[in-house]
């Protein structure tokens, strides 16, 4: 049975860092591409950080390039998202995501697994 779960969240004033770690057990980070996704109050799932297990390439949406940094460590099974310079609105609830796609899918219905979310405040 596949499990995932981010953690690592937290209130966190603005101008500061944060690094949400996603976990599995039962799916190899090292066969699939791992996305994170947060989901502020109201609003959509948005893409902003993904990584693939292919010559681990990375993405990122245009609103968190050059604050985030997603990287895998594979001893531990892990994804991590490097938040730095947070800003107010990167208030959400943070889910990581992955498929067995080479690809790094933006839209949240090409990844089939989830986990928990962690939830990221960033006060003003």
């Known amino acids: 049975q596949v499990q995932m779960v981010a953690s690592g969240g937290r209130l966190v004033q603005a101008g500061g860092s944060l690094r949400p770690s996603c976990t599995s057990s039962?799916?190899?980070?090292?066969?699939?591409?791992v996305g994170w996704f947060p989901q502020a109050p109201g609003k959509e799932y948005e893409f902003v950080a993904g990584?693939?297990?292919?010559?681990?390439?990375?993405e990122y949406a245009d609103s968190v390039k050059g604050r985030f940094t997603i990287s895998r460590d594979k001893a531990k099974n892990t994804v991590d998202l490097q938040m730095n310079s947070l800003k107010p609105e990167d208030t959400a609830v943070y889910y990581c995501a992955a498929d067995s796609t080479w690809m790094i899918p933006t839209a949240m219905t090409a990844y089939h697994y989830w986990g928990q979310g962690t939830q990221v405040t960033v006060s003003s």
């Open positions: 990584s693939n297990y292919i010559g681990v390439e990375t």
């Open positions: 039962g799916l190899p980070f090292s066969r699939h591409t």
